[in-house]
């Protein structure tokens, strides 16, 4: 009898365990690293920063603009807030809004911001990182116009992709927002026209970054942080909330998988935030693809026969659960009665149950 119990917990523990396997599993969510800030920067000559660009060249150097009305300057900021070096270069800028930087170390200015919608043109600025960290008052440049397709724009995203330098331009607005690429290869003679790529996801962007990989790129508003996968349509991945409200700029950080965002006012905090990532869902079985050449049909009748095999295998564990319950508690009338029949032999008694007699 013990046998015969040990084997069916076995085979009842077999049909469970074939049972979990075959239901799908979830993905635990991992949890986001805390945002982390990194400096300030408190420097008197830097009255807002608008954007913000990690230095190719330089460690622990990042490149900022600002929208405060000044002449055409760049600013070489440190990890510890200080302003270590100022380009400036002569050209008639109205509204600079961004900055970006390849990986040759070409350094973006994007003179993009119209909050009156009325520019007939607006202007993309191109200066080399420096040989060393020292002031520049005449840097040479190149300028690039362009035009949109459907009217003027107000906008303050530049995006550079880090694999082929093509330039994209995300508008700000409440609604109707897009992204706009530029020429492959943008000309400096006349002006060059934009095309729109897709409408922008949901949000008024104020900067934005292609993450190394080339594959996402990471917008920004002043309350939030978004991962948008890139492609022939970008769409959006993933969002999350920012530390700080009022802040304008999104860069590079040098840890994977994270961003630096900045404030746009004076004395801008910087931190470091993880990049939003998409919850993990729900993974089926390998082998629940259907094979190719199928058809819709055949794959929704491979689901409903994997789940009425599935049905019949948690029925027969649960009965072979029941089966052992009936045996082991409470002992059956059989094994009473083999206890009763060897203790009989072994006192030499009469195995056979009597019946008590009532006294009249």
């Not at 917008?219 to 890139?230: I, N």
Request: charged share 20%; aromatic share 6%; glycine share 6%.
């Amino acid at each position: 009898m013990k046998l015969l119990r040990t084997a069916l917990a076995l085979v009842a523990a077999s049909c469970f365990t074939l049972a979990a396997a075959a239901l799908p599993a979830v993905a635990a969510d991992p949890t986001p690293a805390a945002p982390k800030k990194l400096f300030t920067m408190s420097d008197s000559r830097l009255k807002g920063s608008s954007g913000l660009a990690k230095s190719q060249k330089y460690e622990r150097l990042y490149w900022t603009v600002s929208d405060a009305g000044e002449t055409a300057r760049v600013y070489g900021v440190d990890t510890e807030g200080d302003i270590k070096v100022t380009l400036r270069f002569k050209a008639d800028v109205r509204d600079v809004e961004a900055v970006a930087v390849d990986r040759e170390g070409t350094i973006y200015i994007a003179d993009i911001g119209d909050n009156t919608k009325s520019r007939d043109m607006i202007e993309i600025y191109t200066i080399p990182e420096p040989g060393a960290l020292e002031d520049a008052e005449n840097v040479r440049y190149h300028r690039y116009d362009f035009t949109y397709p459907d009217g003027a724009h107000d906008a303050e995203t530049l995006l550079v992709q880090p694999e082929t330098n093509q330039l994209f331009i995300v508008t700000k607005a409440a609604k109707g927002a897009a992204i706009y690429a530029t020429p492959a290869t943008p000309s400096r003679e006349g002006t060059n026209k934009l095309t729109k790529l897709a409408p922008a996801p949901t949000g008024i962007f104020t900067d934005g970054t292609f993450l190394p990989d080339g594959q996402r790129a990471v917008l920004r508003t002043s309350t939030e942080v978004a991962t948008v996968a890139w492609g022939d349509t970008p769409t959006l991945a993933a969002r999350a909330p920012l530390p700080a409200a009022d802040g304008e700029s999104v860069a590079e950080a040098s840890a994977d998988n994270a961003v630096l965002v900045g404030g746009g006012n004076s004395s801008s905090a910087v931190y470091q935030v993880q990049v939003p990532a998409k919850k993990a869902a729900a993974s089926p079985p390998a082998s629940s693809a259907p094979p190719k050449g199928s058809t819709t049909a055949d794959a929704g009748a491979g689901a409903a026969d994997k789940n009425h095999n599935l049905r019949w295998i948690i029925i027969g564990a649960a009965l072979f659960a029941l089966v052992i319950t009936v045996l082991t508690f409470p002992p059956g009338r059989r094994e009473r009665l083999d206890r009763m029949a060897e203790n009989a032999r072994l006192t030499g008694q009469s195995a056979t149950p009597t019946r008590r007699r009532h006294s009249a």
